[in-house]
């Protein structure tokens, strides 16, 4: 790969002159195993203070337990004498979910360098959560938090005008105009009469035409439309297509009745 990404860069810069050749990637060291630690901020400032002075961070310590020598258990002891009350023991809690990472690094001439890869992560917990020490220090983070940040700040000559509603245009209203609702006349109560007295005029209505829509017949008879449909199940047919689709039509039987009513009065 070092081979290829050497003989790109050679034709790259045959091309182009100007352009610098791409630097090389050394990867002698990329198998080298590294141990990630997650560092809380104050220990991390402890340890930055101690590389100025040369000093040793911290000791790791692995305990194996014989009846269970895949579990081994990790500590780290601080080496600073005065913590400024960060607690001093810590157990270094392992973190399975890896994600693949690699440590990379940049000499001054510019050339990258893999320097390992990590093998394991580790978590920092305090052992002795109890102690004065870390009571203090959890009890000064939180009166820092409540330390308001932010300040008021008085304005000199101000009048409050900036603080005055605006005068905004607005457009010709409209007002909406309201319809005006439609009184229906109320509807004539209409008087059931007799059924016989009723299909004797259904009879004769049907003398002078053959079908008759129920509008119709409403206004004929003036009665209540539930009791005319009523008999007029019984008397007529109603059709539901053809021609005569929605009117009513004397049954036949009926229809011979009326036929032969007919002669006998005319006689």
């Given at each position: 790969m070092v081979g290829e990404e050497k003989s790109t860069s050679s034709l790259g810069a045959s091309s182009n002159p100007a352009s610098s050749p791409a630097p090389s990637l050394d990867?002698?060291?990329?198998?080298?195993?590294?141990?990630?630690?997650?560092?809380?901020?104050?220990?991390?400032?402890?340890?930055?203070?101690?590389?100025?002075?040369?000093?040793?961070?911290?000791?790791?310590?692995?305990?194996?337990?014989?009846?269970?020598?895949?579990?081994?258990?990790?500590?780290?002891?601080?080496?600073?004498?005065?913590?400024?009350?960060?607690?001093?023991?810590?157990?270094?809690?392992?973190?399975k979910d890896i994600v693949p990472t690699h440590l990379f690094s940049e000499n001054p001439q510019g050339k990258l360098s893999v320097e390992g890869k990590v093998d394991r992560k580790f978590d920092m917990k305090p052992k002795n959560l109890v102690s004065d020490e870390y009571r203090k220090l959890c009890r000064d983070r939180l009166n820092k938090s409540k330390i308001k940040t932010?300040?008021?700040?008085?304005?000199?000559?101000?009048?409050?005008?900036f603080m005055r509603p605006q005068p905004v245009t607005i457009g010709p209203t409209y007002t909406a105009k309201k319809k005006a609702a439609v009184s229906k006349a109320p509807e004539t109560k209409r008087i059931r009469i007799e059924r016989q007295e009723l299909e004797l005029l259904v009879f004769k209505l049907f003398e002078q035409q053959s079908h008759w829509t129920l509008k119709q017949l409403v206004g004929e008879t003036q009665q209540p439309e539930a009791f005319l449909k009523e008999v007029m199940s019984e008397l007529c047919i109603y059709n539901k297509r053809?021609?005569?689709?929605?009117?009513?039509?004397?049954?036949?039987?009926?229809?011979?009745?009326?036929?032969?009513?007919?002669p006998a009065e005319q006689s």
């Open positions: 990867l002698t060291r990329a198998e080298k195993p590294f141990w990630l630690l997650k560092v809380p901020p104050r220990v991390s400032q402890l340890w930055q203070r101690q590389a100025e002075a040369g000093a040793p961070f911290a000791k790791v310590v692995l305990s194996v337990d014989p009846a269970k020598p895949d579990e081994p258990e990790f500590s780290l002891q601080l080496c600073a004498m005065d913590t400024g009350g960060i607690p001093k023991d810590y157990s270094l809690d392992v973190n932010r300040t008021l700040q008085v304005l000199e000559n101000d009048h409050g005008g053809g021609p005569n689709q929605g009117k009513y039509e004397l049954k036949p039987e009926f229809c011979k009745t009326t036929e032969e009513e007919k």
